[in-house]
C-alpha cells in the first residue's frame, strides 16, 4: 500500500519559543519572556494561510521557526509527516530547498556586491540543481520573467531597482528549488501601495502556477483578506481567532480581530508584545484593553472554542452560544482536526 499522504502540507504542533531577558542589575535573575506560546496550525497544499498581528505578536518569530532559522522551545513543526524540529546538518539541508522565505527588508536580504544572475543562481549551487552553468543560466532567465523582470537584468546590481524591483528579486531567489512553501515575513512593509499590490498578485499568481502553499505574515489586513484562503490572529504569541478570511474578517469573534479588522489599532503601541505592562497573568492577555470583557473574564482563562471545524476563538464571548464547543487538544497540543485544503 502507498504511504498516506497527510491533509496538510506543513502543520505546527504546539509552538513555544522563549527568550531570555537580562536581569536589572548584577544579582539579579535572568528573566524568561515567552515570545510564542503553544501555537499550533496547518497548511493546506497551495493554500495560503495569513498570520495577522500588531508588531511584537510573535508573527515573526513563528516565521523563523517554520523556517528553521530560530528552535522552538517546544513543540514540533512536520513538513508532509517529517518532524523538521528533530532534522540537523545534512538531513535538515536536504529538506531545505522544500521550504524557502522572503524577507520584509529586500535591500538588506540582499548581497548588494552580487549580480542578480548570481543572486538567483545561488540556491541552485547549493542545492546541486543544474550545475551546467549554461542551463543554469536560462533557468535564471525563466525565474526573473516569471516574478516579472527581464532576462537582461541578470548583470545589474540590486541597487539598480526601485523596492519593488529588489523585491521581485528576492522571490525569484526563493522560488529557485522550486519550494513547496513559501514564508513571506511582511513583505510589502516597506513598499508603496501601488507596488504592494502588484507583489500580492505577483504571490497569487506563484501559488497557482508553482503549485505552492504561501505563509503570509503581514499586519496589512485588506492585503490578507484579499490573498488568504484562511488567517491566523496572534495576540501576545497566541492565536486568538482563526479560520477562513472572510468569515474572521467580516464576522470576528474576538474583540481584538474586531479591532484588527476595523482599522482602529494602533500601528503599533507595543501593548501587543508579550510582557507589556498590565497582563494578568493566567487570564485572558487582551484584557486590559478589553471593552466588552465579562464577569468570568475576571475569575478563569478564556476557553479555546470552534465552530464546525474551520473557525476557533480563544475568548469567554461565544461560550453561551451552541454553534461554539470546546477545543480537544491532541497530546502535542494541536487541535484535534484539521482543517480542509481549499480548492483554488
Ligand atoms: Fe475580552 Fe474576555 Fe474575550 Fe478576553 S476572554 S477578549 S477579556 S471577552
Not at 468569515?247 to 470576528?252: C, G, M, T
Request: charged share 25%; aromatic share 4%.
Amino acid at each position: 500500500m502507498p504511504p498516506e499522504v497527510p491533509p496538510f502540507l506543513i502543520r505546527a504542533e504546539g509552538l513555544s519559543r522563549e527568550f531570555e531577558l537580562p536581569g536589572g542589575g548584577i544579582f539579579s535573575r535572568k528573566r524568561r519572556l515567552e515570545a510564542v506560546s503553544e501555537v499550533s496550525f496547518s497548511i493546506g497544499r497551495q493554500e495560503v494561510l495569513g498570520l495577522v498581528g500588531e508588531s511584537g505578536s510573535g508573527k515573526t518569530t513563528i516565521g523563523r521557526m517554520v523556517m528553521r532559522l530560530l528552535p522552538p522551545t517546544r513543540g514540533r513543526i512536520l513538513l508532509d509527516g517529517v518532524d523538521l524540529t528533530s532534522l540537523s546538518g545534512r538531513a535538515l539541508r536536504a529538506q531545505r530547498r522544500r521550504f524557502q522565505m522572503v524577507f520584509q527588508d529586500p535591500y538588506a536580504s540582499l548581497n548588494p556586491r552580487m549580480r542578480v544572475r548570481e543572486i538567483v543562481e545561488e540556491p541552485l549551487v547549493v542545492h546541486g540543481i543544474d550545475p551546467d552553468a549554461g542551463s543554469r543560466r536560462d533557468r535564471v532567465a525563466r525565474l526573473l520573467e516569471r516574478v516579472g523582470l527581464s532576462s537582461r537584468d541578470m548583470e545589474r546590481f540590486p541597487r539598480e531597482f526601485s523596492g519593488g524591483g529588489r523585491q521581485r528579486i528576492g522571490i525569484a531567489r526563493a522560488i529557485a528549488c522550486g519550494p513547496e512553501l513559501l514564508v513571506a515575513d511582511e513583505p510589502i512593509a516597506s513598499l508603496d501601495l501601488s507596488m504592494g499590490a502588484q507583489i500580492i498578485n505577483l504571490f497569487s499568481s506563484l501559488v497557482d502556477s508553482e503549485a505552492m502553499s504561501l505563509l503570509f505574515i503581514s499586519h496589512d489586513i485588506p492585503m490578507v483578506r484579499y490573498l488568504s484562503d484562511r488567517v491566523a490572529v496572534l495576540y501576545r504569541g497566541k492565536i486568538v481567532e482563526s479560520g477562513p478570511a472572510e468569515a474572521v474578517l467580516d464576522d470576528p469573534q474576538h474583540p481584538y480581530t474586531r479591532l484588527l479588522a476595523e482599522g482602529r489599532l494602533p500601528e503599533s503601541d507595543g501593548a501587543s508584545s508579550p510582557g507589556a505592562e498590565g497582563e494578568p497573568s493566567g487570564l485572558c492577555a487582551f484584557l486590559p484593553r478589553c471593552d466588552r470583557a465579562l464577569p468570568e473574564c475576571r475569575l478563569s482563562p478564556p476557553p479555546r472554542l470552534s465552530r464546525g471545524e474551520v473557525r476557533e476563538v480563544l475568548c469567554h464571548l461565544p461560550k453561551g452560544e451552541s454553534s461554539w464547543s470546546p477545543v480537544h487538544l491532541t497530546t502535542q497540543g494541536s487541535p484535534s482536526h484539521v482543517p480542509a485544503t481549499p480548492s483554488r
